[in-house]
Every structure is written in structure tokens, then in C-alpha cells.
């Protein structure tokens, strides 16, 4: 252990953590320690970081603001790349927008608004960040990273950065070629368009307030739990199955949306995970539906 930590250090990537809780950097609030955390600053201490754990055949994830995470109590063996506020730049030429992966996705679409540039008020509130949107191809209220997107600047397989057009990162439902190639993305622009700010704005207020209504942003959670079923709401069956509020110790169906599993106190793996299987065998049982996660759950 001693050994890797040195050469995280000698080969002057960002800054390295050891043994830090995973839970300190989810939205759920949950997880273990990681063996070691890596924030790096530079595209290039990106790339070099990850060649050197790829040479050396050590196993290494890439997260964001961990919005989308469940992380084990017994936490990840390996490194974790952190790339969040660290690399979270942002320009404009003129209607263009370039932003680095880690910028939150509701400053991003705040900075749009605010110089009446249009395209991005459906990501506001989503809890995640650029490259956690490119790599699932986030969407809300109609609108899609697919839709606004130009292109990717992103690490191959071959540790080159390349960049790739929108229409050559296969984005679809939660999914894009960043999953079916491994690739850890740096970069994205946005084409936005030019608009009445007052009109913009109303259309993002009118969205924040329907989360707000809809959803239980003020207890810990990784945002909607399951995949939408192909003909049916995950949430919609869920409740239908009689399970809104149900509980598990600290863990449970929020009562304000089905879809989300919320933290009512300090949450364990084990509690969410208990709802989450419950929730999946009971709708099972009476729809003959497969609920499969849409959040990552990973540790070992």
C-alpha cells in the first residue's frame, strides 16, 4: 500500500487521499473507505494517472459528485479519480459553451441562462456533473444531453486524448460510448441558442419548481433508483404495488416519489439495498416486471 501511495505522489497527478470515506462524497451519503483518492488538475495529470494504473494493472474508478453512487460499506478497493470541482471550468463563444467534466450541471445551466442562451434548463436540479451527463446521456422534462451536444473531449483506451463528435458517442436511453468503451471523459461543448432572458428563465423556474414539488431533494439519495421499464414508470409501479414509504431500519420509499429511496438518518448499505431487492421482488410478484437500477453500485 505504502509503495503505491509513492508513486501516486512521485508521478505528481493531484492530489492523493488514503483510506478516504466513500461516503463523503455521495449524495447518499454512504460508503466505506477507498484505498486511495486521486484529485487530479489538469487534463494531463488525468491522462498520465491513468495510464500508469493501466500499465501497472490496478483497478480504478471515475467519479464525479457521486450523485449517482451506492458505495459499500466495506468501501473500494483500488484508486478512485475524483474529477469534480476540481475540473469544472466553463467558456462562451458566443452560443457555444465548452465546459470541463466536472462542473455541476445546474451552474452550468444557470451561466447559460443568465446570458439568454437557451438548451439547458432541463438539466437544472439534476444532481450530477458534465461527464456523469455525457456518460449517461442525462435527460428530464423532455430534453437530453444528446440533443444540446457537439462534442467530446475524452481519454481512449489507448490513453490518447481524443476528441469525438456527438454523433459518434452512440448516446441513448442512460447510455453512450463512454460505457461501451471505457472512455473518461474531459470535455463536452454545447451548442445553445439565443433567446428572451426572462423567457428562459421562467421555463427553468417553472422546472425547478416541479422537482421541487416532485421530488425528495432535502433527505440524502442518489436521485431515481431504477431504470424506466419499457411501457411503464418505475415509480408509478412501485406505488402501485403499495410500497411508497416503505421502510427498512433508516432506509425507505420516499413518500413524496416512489422512484426515489431516500436516507431517513445515517443509512447503511445494507438498509438501502434490503429496499431496493424488496422493492424489485414485490413488483416482480405483481406486474411480472423487471426493475433494473439506473444507480451504480459498486465497492467490494
Not at 12 to 18: A, F
Not at 152 to 159: H, W
Not at 182 to 197: C, M, N, Q, R, S
Not at 268 to 289: A, D, W
Request: glycine share 10%; proline share 3%; hydrophobic share 35%.
Amino acid at each position: 500500500m505504502e509503495s503505491i501511495y509513492n508513486k501516486l505522489v512521485g508521478l505528481k497527478v493531484g492530489d492523493v487521499l488514503v483510506d478516504e470515506p466513500m461516503k463523503n462524497h455521495t449524495t447518499f451519503e454512504i460508503g466505506g473507505p477507498c484505498d486511495y483518492m486521486v484529485v487530479p488538475h489538469s487534463y494531463d495529470e488525468v491522462r498520465r494517472l491513468v495510464e500508469f494504473l493501466r500499465k501497472n494493472e490496478i483497478n480504478f474508478m471515475v467519479i464525479g459528485n457521486g450523485s449517482n453512487l451506492l458505495v459499500k460499506d466495506t468501501g473500494i478497493r483500488g484508486v478512485v479519480i475524483k474529477i469534480a470541482d476540481n475540473l469544472s471550468e466553463l467558456s462562451f463563444d458566443d452560443d457555444v459553451l465548452t465546459v470541463q467534466a466536472g462542473a455541476q450541471l445546474t451552474k452550468t445551466s444557470i451561466a447559460a441562462i443568465e446570458r439568454s442562451l437557451a438548451g439547458m434548463e432541463f438539466s437544472s436540479g439534476i444532481p450530477g456533473n458534465i461527464g456523469g451527463a455525457i456518460t449517461m446521456n442525462a435527460g428530464a422534462y423532455g430534453g437530453e444531453i444528446k440533443d444540446i451536444c457537439v462534442s467530446v473531449k475524452a481519454i481512449d483506451k489507448d490513453n490518447n486524448i481524443v476528441d469525438i463528435p456527438a454523433e459518434e458517442m452512440n448516446f441513448r436511453y442512460r447510455r453512450s460510448r463512454v460505457h461501451d468503451e471505457g472512455l473518461i471523459v474531459l470535455e463536452a461543448t454545447f451548442k445553445l441558442e439565443h433567446g428572451d432572458y426572462d423567457e428562459i428563465y421562467a421555463n427553468y423556474k417553472d422546472l425547478d419548481n416541479k422537482r421541487n414539488e416532485k421530488q425528495p431533494l432535502d433527505r440524502p439519495s442518489a436521485g431515481s433508483v431504477f431504470k424506466r421499464p419499457e411501457g411503464y414508470y418505475a415509480g408509478k409501479l412501485i406505488d402501485d404495488s403499495g410500497l411508497r414509504g416503505y421502510r427498512y431500519k433508516n432506509a425507505m420509499v420516499s413518500q413524496k416519489h416512489c422512484g426515489f429511496i431516500v436516507s431517513d438518518g445515517e443509512s447503511s448499505f445494507e438498509e438501502v439495498s434490503h429496499v431496493i431487492e424488496h422493492v424489485q421482488n414485490v413488483v416482480r410478484e405483481k406486474f411480472g416486471v423487471e426493475l433494473e437500477t439506473e444507480i451504480k453500485i459498486i465497492g467490494d
